[in-house]
């Protein structure tokens, strides 16, 4: 039976699945659903045309979704998304980490793509809507969680590139996940791209736009068949100023106990702004680590690590959490972060981060938000 539910003057048209999985199916799913594998029942949908805004607001199900051969995001990749995770707290309830600082974000991609925004009400009353359904989806298993991947594409029809799409599909899916990285906290070992280039300036490097994915896939391969897990994205002018690895922010450790402190590439417009990146700035500091935004060269990288200087690199972001990075491979040879082992700067805001979002630390930030 359909009812719905309003949010920000749009009303949520609601259409259960009619085969939805059984709470028997769900919990073999759930026992090892690995990164986004798995999905819940249902999907949400909102479109938009620049004649009525956003209208047709809906939660139906997980489907396939029909597209005409033109549609423009298929040809021009108008294409935007976000990632962010749902987690069961100690007491049942459900929650969500920053979830105002991804519907921000992704108007920023937006912008940037000559998108509509979507207010920041539909961003979280989609995933407000979704977890009411599929609430149950949420795991309750150590270190899973429900992740949630809003997104947005053009819609016109037509080969036309003249101008941006005048109507696009905001889609909100969900997926429960396990460890990004197979093993769970295990150090990855690195390749320094010199070859390829993520983002030049005032390029897309700031926005969460699929192209930008898409490019990185074969400097990916080619760090692959060097043996490592993850490239690493140096400048476009000079290849020679680390950016970020793969999709996520690098940070270095310099110092030891009392000395450590935090240095993270700043932002330039063509690394993204992670929302995991600007929590640890904020966290580190008052767990008694200095953090600030700067710039280091592979140079820098390399004689820091040989010297004993930097003890500790680690990459973050919403999907891998926090990931030591261990060992880092490039044209000009190899070499080791201190021992090749997690190191306690990088557990440290590793447990102080993770327990915020499960809900085992005290949120003095107001970043949890209760949404089920």
């Not at 407000?128 to 819609?155: C, I, Q």
Request: glycine residues 10%.
């Amino acid at each position: 039976m359909n009812s719905s539910t309003t949010t920000s003057g749009l009303t949520f048209d609601i259409q259960p699945s009619a085969q939805r999985k059984t709470p028997q199916e769900r919990a073999a799913l759930l026992e090892s659903p690995g990164f986004g594998n798995v999905f819940t029942d249902h999907m949400v949908t909102i479109r938009y045309s620049e004649d009525k805004g956003w209208y047709d607001a809906r939660l139906e199900p997980y489907g396939p979704i029909p597209l005409d051969p033109a549609t423009a995001a298929l040809h021009y990749a108008q294409e935007i998304f976000e990632g962010l995770k749902a987690y069961r707290h100690p007491d049942g309830s459900i929650a969500c980490f920053r979830p105002e600082a991804n519907a921000a974000r992704l108007n920023r991609s937006a912008r940037r793509m000559a998108m509509p925004e979507l207010p920041e009400e539909l961003f979280t009353g989609a995933i407000e809507t979704l977890l009411e359904h599929d609430g149950d989806w949420v795991p309750t298993k150590a270190d899973n969680s429900l992740y949630l991947r809003p997104f947005m594409f053009a819609t016109d029809v037509g080969l036309g590139v003249n101008h941006p799409s005048r109507n696009y599909l905001f889609i909100l899916i969900a997926s429960p996940s396990g460890s990004y990285f197979s093993g769970g906290v295990k150090p990855v070992t690195v390749w320094l791209s010199e070859d390829y280039t993520r983002a030049a300036p005032g390029g897309t490097g700031e926005a969460k736009f699929a192209g930008n994915y898409a490019a990185s896939f074969l400097a990916q391969a080619q760090a692959v068949e060097k043996g490592c897990d993850q490239v690493v994205w140096l400048d476009a002018v000079e290849h020679r100023w680390v950016e970020e690895m793969g999709g996520m922010n690098l940070c270095f450790v310099f110092g030891s106990g009392e000395n450590a402190r935090i240095l993270t590439p700043g932002l330039t417009g063509t690394l993204l702004p992670g929302i995991t990146r600007d929590s640890l700035l904020k966290l580190a500091p008052e767990l008694g680590i200095p953090a600030e935004e700067g710039r280091i060269s592979t140079e820098q990288w390399r004689e820091a690590a040989a010297s004993g200087e930097l003890t500790e690199v680690f990459a973050c972001g919403t999907a891998a959490v926090i990931t030591p990075v261990a060992h880092v491979k490039g044209s000009q040879g190899e070499f080791q972060i201190g021992d090749g082992t997690p190191g306690p700067v990088t557990m440290l805001l590793r447990d102080e981060l993770v327990g915020l979002q499960y809900g085992h630390r005290s949120d003095s930030h107001g970043w949890v938000r209760r949404l089920g």
